[in-house]
C-alpha cells in the first residue's frame, strides 16, 4: 500500500475519532492501518436504537480509487441477518461498495470516504427496514404491512439480546448458563474464526458507559413491547429471508429485563472496585496514581482564581482514584441555589478506560439519568481538566442543539424537547429538585 494510500486513512480515521458524531467510532491496530474496526450505533426511533453495531473494514492498496471491504460482524456468530441488507455471512449490500446495483451517480468515488461509508450503513437502520429489500415499493397489501411491523418488532427485540446484552455479558463475564432464550455469543467469534489475530475489542470501554448513559431507554423499550409480545411467540418469518439467513427465534422479554439490570448492577460493582485498585496503585507508586494526583491538584488550584463557577473538590480517603465534586448552581439560572455532589470514578487504566460520573444529588435533568449517570463528552479524553469543563457545559447547557444520542433520562427529555407546557413543566420539575438539593448534599 503506498505511503499516500496509508496517509488518507491515517486522516479520515483521525478526523472520526475527533468528531462529534457520538454514534460513531472507530479503530485499529497501531501496525495495521489497513484493518480498521468500525461502530455503528443504532439511531433513535428505529427498532435498532442504542444498539452497538460493530464492522470490520478492509482497504486495499486501490483505496481510495476502490472502495474498501465491509464485513458486519454483529451477526450472532452468522446465525442473524439483521437487515434486507446486512446478511447473516456478514456481507453489507450497498451501492457505493460495489456490492449491490444502485442507481446512476451511487456508486464509489474517491471523494468518499469511511465517515460517508458508515453514515450510508446507519441509513440502513431506518425505522422501517423492511423498506430495503428491492420490490418494498409494489408491497402495498395489509400482509405486507403485518410482515413490516413483523419484521420491526424482531429487530428490535435481537438488537436489545445480541448486540447490547450479550455484548456487555461477554465484556463483563457474566455466565450467561442456561437461561430460557440464551445463546452463547462471543462478539469477537463470528470475525475471528476467520482471522488469526489475537481478540481485537477496541470499544469495550465505550459500549459500557454507553450502556449506562441508554440503560433507562432499553428498559423502557422492554416494558412497552412486552405488552405486545408474550415470551415464548416466534418470531415471524418474512419473504426475503431464508435458510441461514434470517433472524429466528422467540420473544424473551422477561429474561432479557432481568440480564440487563445484572448487566448494570455489574457495571456500577466494577466503578466501585477502582477504588481498591487505586489504593493499591498509589501503594506501589504506579506512575498513574501520581499523575491523577497532580492533575487533581492543578484543577484545584485553577478553580480557585475561576470566579464564574463555583466547586469544591475532595479526594474521598485521599484516594486519587475517586473524586468528589461539588457543585453550585449559578446565579440567574434554573441551577441556582443548588448544591450537588457529584462522584467521580477513576480506573488504574485511565486514559483507556474513561471516568465513570454520578450524581449523588438527584437532579431532573435530559442529561442526568434517574439512577444519577451523567451524559458527557470530553474533548481530551487524557486529561481531567477536560473532562470537568465537559461536565459543567452538560448540566448548565440550557439551549443545546437537540441530540437524541445525548438524552439519557427520557421523561425529562419528552418534557424538554415538548411543547411549551411541557417544556414550563420540565423547568419546573429541574427546580423543584434544584431546591431540594440541599437535603442531599
Not at 439480546?161 to 463483563?172: A, G, H, N, Q
Not at 411467540?233 to 432479557?256: C, H, I, W
Not at 451523567?374 to 487524557?382: E, G, N, T, V
Request: glycine share 6%.
Amino acid at each position: 500500500m503506498s505511503n499516500q494510500s496509508i496517509l488518507r486513512i491515517t486522516r479520515e480515521l483521525s478526523e472520526i475519532q475527533r468528531g462529534s458524531d457520538l454514534s460513531l467510532a472507530v479503530a485499529c491496530r497501531d501496525i495495521d492501518v489497513r484493518h480498521v474496526r468500525a461502530l455503528i450505533i443504532g439511531p433513535s426511533d428505529t427498532p435498532y436504537e442504542f444498539g452497538f453495531f460493530e464492522f470490520a473494514v478492509k482497504f486495499t492498496k486501490e483505496y481510495p480509487t476502490k472502495a474498501p471491504g465491509v464485513t458486519a460482524i454483529t451477526t450472532n456468530a452468522g446465525r442473524t441477518r439483521f437487515n434486507p441488507n446486512i446478511y447473516a455471512g456478514g456481507k453489507v449490500c450497498l451501492s457505493i461498495l460495489g456490492t449491490w446495483r444502485g442507481e446512476r451517480g451511487e456508486e464509489w468515488s474517491s471523494a468518499q470516504g469511511l465517515e460517508s461509508i458508515l453514515i450510508s450503513i446507519q441509513s440502513l437502520m431506518s425505522q422501517n427496514p423492511y423498506e430495503n429489500e428491492p420490490g418494498f415499493e409494489d408491497a402495498k397489501s395489509d400482509y405486507d404491512k403485518k410482515n413490516q411491523a413483523a419484521y420491526v418488532a424482531k429487530i428490535r427485540h435481537e438488537t436489545l439480546r445480541i448486540s447490547v446484552i450479550e455484548r456487555l455479558e461477554d465484556y463483563l463475564g457474566i455466565d450467561r448458563g442456561k437461561a430460557p432464550g440464551v445463546t452463547v455469543y462471543n462478539a469477537e467469534e463470528d470475525y475471528q474464526s476467520s482471522s488469526t489475530d489475537a481478540p481485537f475489542e477496541p470499544f469495550k470501554d465505550l459500549c459500557k458507559r454507553r450502556f449506562l448513559w441508554y440503560y433507562e431507554s432499553y428498559l423502557l423499550s422492554i416494558d412497552n413491547e412486552s405488552k405486545k409480545h408474550k415470551d415464548g411467540d416466534r418470531f415471524e418469518k418474512m419473504p426475503f429471508e431464508g435458510p441461514g439467513n434470517a433472524m429466528e427465534g422467540t420473544f424473551q422479554y422477561s429474561v432479557l429485563k432481568k440480564r440487563l439490570q445484572a448487566i448494570h448492577d455489574k457495571l456500577n460493582e466494577e466503578a466501585q472496585s477502582w477504588a481498591k485498585e487505586g489504593l493499591t496503585a498509589v501503594e506501589k507508586e504506579i506512575s498513574i496514581a501520581s499523575n491523577l494526583q497532580r492533575q487533581f491538584e492543578q484543577i484545584v488550584e485553577s478553580y480557585k482564581k475561576n470566579d464564574a463557577v463555583t466547586l469544591d473538590f475532595e479526594l474521598v480517603e485521599k484516594n486519587p482514584f475517586v473524586w468528589q465534586m461539588v457543585l453550585f448552581g449559578r446565579p440567574m439560572t434554573n441551577l441556582d441555589g443548588g448544591v450537588f455532589r457529584i462522584m467521580i470514578y477513576l480506573s488504574t487504566k485511565f486514559p483507556d478506560v474513561l471516568p465513570r460520573v454520578k450524581f449523588e444529588t438527584p437532579i431532573f435533568h435530559h442529561r442526568v439519568s434517574p439512577s444519577g449517570v451523567l451524559c458527557y463528552d470530553a474533548i481530551r479524553k487524557d486529561d481531567m481538566r477536560s473532562h470537568i469543563a465537559a461536565i459543567i457545559e452538560a448540566i448548565e447547557e440550557e439551549s443545546p442543539a437537540y441530540d437524541p444520542r445525548t438524552l439519557v433520562h427520557p421523561e425529562a427529555a419528552k418534557l424538554f424537547w415538548g411543547p411549551p407546557e411541557d417544556k414550563k413543566l420540565y423547568n419546573r420539575r429541574l427546580r423543584r429538585s434544584v431546591q431540594d438539593s440541599s437535603d442531599f448534599s
